[in-house]
């Protein structure tokens, strides 16, 4: 019988169980703490787990009888990938799975920004009306920059079809050609950041983009421009994000991650009416979810099995 340990971040978590054999047994619950993840891990074959649950090398170390690890979702910046092959411990993936979910959130929060549905919401529930709103910003007609263009940044580029915009992308890892499938067209950063009117972040979290916003980007920023972060929070500088928020230097920000999650009650940026803040939600649609967990536990048979999984839906250290 195979003992797996289920992130009770992974609902539904009936269809967790469906995709093992009942045999199996299937516990709900692992901390999002380096202790929790190794108490979690101790007997366990299988760790299904997402990025909230820290897995670096010395858990890894601790865990002797684990065979897989199957993270939900497309980044492992949560796993230290050499660590797990030393300990010859395949990591499975489910890159692609959560995209389009993930690209209409960005979306979303683009048009809640430039909208500035906080402080619609806040007058409201002062007692206020539309004489106190401060005027919006319409999409139809701006250019949007895009950072990062893997399976997110092309399903977010796509989604802006019908918005009549100018779309340019930075990515030092796609050809110019792959722009076109969006009709956007490639640039270098600080361009996009100065002539962006929203700047949307879809890249992977790599010590290469770890600070890549920080505020000597954001100062070449346009003051009227809103940035949106679906990506990773360490992609921005958190403290100088807040400080042009505060300062003016930029009209406004749409995130669903942070430097450190959950955020905390006492976050500035929730004190701030230009800032549309979501608790790390962009896969979290139940069609995603669904296709994920079917993938990610036909991987994990499999593998115990012996049997070939694709290199697509495998993490190896670069």
């Not at 995209?99 to 979303?108: G, I, K, N, Q, Y």
């Not at 139940?286 to 049997?307: F, H, K, M, P």
Request: proline share 5%.
């Amino acid at each position: 019988m195979r003992r797996v340990v289920v992130d009770q971040d992974i609902t539904p978590t009936e269809s967790v169980r469906e995709g093992f054999p009942a045999d199996w047994d299937v516990s709900i619950g692992i901390e999002g703490t380096i202790e929790g993840a190794t108490d979690a891990l101790a007997g366990a074959d299988v760790a299904l787990v997402t990025s909230r649950v820290p897995l670096p090398g010395d858990v890894l170390e601790r865990a002797g009888d684990v065979a897989v690890i199957a993270k939900l979702g497309t980044g492992v910046d949560n796993i230290d990938l050499t660590a797990a092959a030393d300990h010859g411990i395949p990591v499975t993936h489910t890159p692609g799975y959560n995209a389009l979910s993930v690209a209409e959130h960005a979306l979303c929060l683009v048009l809640s920004t430039a909208r500035r549905l906080t402080e619609a919401r806040s007058i409201m529930e002062g007692g206020g009306w539309r004489d106190e709103f401060t005027l919006a910003t319409r999409l139809s007609g701006k250019t949007v920059g895009i950072v990062g263009f893997g399976d997110i940044g092309r399903r977010f580029g796509s989604l802006l079809g019908g918005f009549d915009v100018d779309i340019q992308i930075t990515d030092p890892y796609v050809p110019e050609l792959d722009a076109e499938l969006v009709r956007g067209s490639m640039t270098s950063l600080p361009e996009l950041l100065e002539t962006s009117d929203v700047v949307v972040l879809t890249t992977e979290l790599t010590p290469e983009t770890t600070g890549l916003i920080g505020g000597p980007e954001l100062d070449r920023m346009r003051s009227s421009a809103v940035l949106v972060n679906t990506a990773r929070g360490p992609v921005i500088d958190e403290e100088a994000l807040i400080r042009a928020l505060e300062t003016g230097q930029i009209a406004g920000a749409g995130l669903d991650v942070f430097e450190n999650e959950p955020l905390g009650i006492d976050s500035r940026l929730l004190d701030l009416d230009t800032v549309v803040a979501t608790p790390h939600t962009g896969a979290l649609t139940r069609e995603s979810r669904l296709e994920s967990i079917d993938r990610l536990t036909s991987n994990v048979v499999r593998l115990l099995d012996g049997a070939a999984v694709s290199e697509r839906y495998m993490a190896r250290p670069e």
